[in-house]
């Protein structure tokens, strides 16, 4: 499996994207896959971050901030070129070795113009945005923050047989969180530790403020702060905390699950630091410090993720009165650590990787010649257990049933293979703009996550000769939970329950 992965980062664009798409290259290189970044030139130590990791890097011509062709997304600027130079220069740093199994895109100023033209390279494309301000022409899309309107955000900017992954199930954690979570210690009622982390830029030196509102408070706590090689008040800062009594100073932090593990209390940035904090259960005082994380952090806050006051980060005073709050409220504090565990597992970096190292799978319309294989797979106990009708089905009435369907222009039935193993069946009933859906799998190939995939073949299928359907419906028994789950994860949406009640044996 081959993947290739475009993202930046930069001053104006922060190390966010890049760190997110480094865990998920890293999961997917554990998992066997050979990976290349495709990036502008990288801030100091992030490049060596990458090679280190055991990952390619091809780097791109340096930016101009005079470029910006219209019509661009809103953030078209953070690119340095046009959409079209960007993707002939990406096109040639993947050129001259066939075709990437993903192509990762991670870059709010990307849509699905640029996306098209990656085509020639890329079987298939995954989208990371939590802009939802642009339309993609990709295949799955992640956005792995918490919106209190998640699940219609895309509507309308995604292709119709996108897989979406949506929410704080799939944020891109480092394989420590995990560990780290397993043996949490239970916090106090007592505030001994405090995390400051705004992120590996911090343009605003909002660190800064966060150490002016702890030296005014007085606290008597040890203190860690976190930033990046690339902060630009660095030099300060290393000067500061080393002055300052019990307060260490951490540049390019490698072992974020263990501070994070270590704090009674956080004070930092939204963003992917948010999932971080709420995976190990540390409440936090959090504030938008980007355009881009004022919906994440305003519904992460009223959903009791985090504490996020109307103030100004920059104003040590008012930081100073929200973080007293929090540090004298233990019931608020333990509210919030509730909720983060509760929400974000850590495990989402191997579910995304999962999608996509799985094999590709191919459908095809079935024939006469399937008639033994379906007989077969459809009268296997696993699958007649969840079927309407779990009788067994006799060879010359499945033979009739067989002819009827392939002669019915109304149905659709498809045939899926991957890796030249026969992988299951999917079904399709059209009425005017309209289909349902079933689907099963082969014997034995359940437990290998194809489902997801033979369903996305089949819909790829479908949106290529039946384009007058828009809607797509299916059911599922109760009881049948990979069902459920396979429908929702494939942004399937409930509509209606069906009850019933037998009132004779």
């Not at 020639?120 to 899309?141: E, K, Y």
């Not at 355009?291 to 008012?318: T, V, Y």
């Not at 479908?462 to 494939?490: I, K, M, P, Q, Y």
């Amino acid at each position: 499996m081959r993947i290739a992965l475009r993202t930046d980062a930069s001053g104006r664009i922060g190390t966010g994207h890049l760190m997110r798409c480094l865990t998920l290259a890293d999961t997917l290189r554990a998992g066997g896959a050979r990976t290349r970044f495709v990036c502008r030139p990288l801030p100091a130590g992030l490049g060596e971050l990458v090679a280190g990791r055991g990952h390619e890097l091809a780097s791109l011509p340096p930016g101009s901030d005079a470029v910006r062709a219209l019509p661009d997304p809103p953030h078209a600027e953070w690119l340095g070129a046009t959409q079209a130079d960007d993707a002939d220069a990406t096109l040639a740093a993947l050129a001259g070795e066939g075709t990437w199994d993903w192509l990762v895109v991670d870059h709010y100023a990307l849509d699905a113009r640029w996306e098209a033209r990656l085509r020639s390279v890329a079987r298939r494309i995954l989208a990371i945005d939590d802009l939802a301000d642009r339309r993609h022409d990709c295949d799955a899309l992640l956005d792995q923050n918490f919106y209190a309107d998640g699940a219609a955000r895309y509507d309308g900017l995604v292709p119709g047989h996108c897989l979406r992954l949506l929410g704080p199930r799939h944020a891109l954690l480092r394989p420590e969180f995990g560990a780290a979570r397993a043996r949490l210690r239970e916090r106090g009622d007592t505030v001994r530790r405090l995390l400051v982390f705004f992120g590996g830029i911090d343009a605003r030196n909002l660190t800064g403020a966060a150490l002016d509102a702890l030296d005014a408070l007085g606290l008597d706590a040890d203190v860690d702060v976190v930033i990046g090689a690339a902060h630009p008040q660095r030099a300060v800062l290393e000067a500061r905390c080393a002055a300052r009594p019990r307060t260490t100073l951490h540049v390019q932090a490698a072992n974020m699950a263990e501070l994070i593990a270590a704090a009674d209390v956080g004070i930092g940035a939204a963003g992917v630091a948010t999932w971080e904090r709420c995976a190990l259960g540390l409440p936090a005082l959090a504030f938008a410090v980007a355009a881009n994380q004022q919906a994440l952090w305003r519904d992460a806050a009223r959903e009791g993720l985090l504490l996020g006051p109307a103030i100004d980060a920059c104003d040590p005073s008012a930081l100073a009165q929200q973080l007293r709050a929090l540090v004298d409220n233990p019931a608020l504090r333990a509210h919030l650590a509730r909720r983060g565990l509760e929400t974000v597992d850590a495990l989402g970096a191997a579910r995304v990787a999962r999608v996509l190292l799985q094999p590709e799978v191919v459908v095809r319309a079935a024939t006469e010649a399937d008639a033994r294989d379906l007989f077969e797979w459809r009268n296997a106990p696993e699958v007649r257990r969840f079927s309407r009708n779990d009788a067994p089905i006799a060879w010359d009435d499945h033979r009739r049933w067989l002819a009827a369907t392939l002669a019915d222009s109304r149905r659709v039935l498809l045939v899926g293979s991957a890796g030249g193993s026969s992988v299951g069946v999917v079904r399709y009933d059209l009425a005017g703009g309209e289909a349902e859906v079933s689907i099963y799998l082969a014997p034995g190939q359940a437990g290998r996550g194809l489902g997801r995939a033979l369903l996305d073949a089949a819909e790829h299928w479908l949106a290529a000769r039946h384009s007058e359907v828009s809607l797509v419906s299916a059911e599922a028994l109760a009881g049948n939970d990979a069902s459920h789950r396979l429908f929702t994860g494939c942004g399937f949406e409930a509509f209606s329950t069906r009850y019933r009640k037998r009132i004779r044996p």
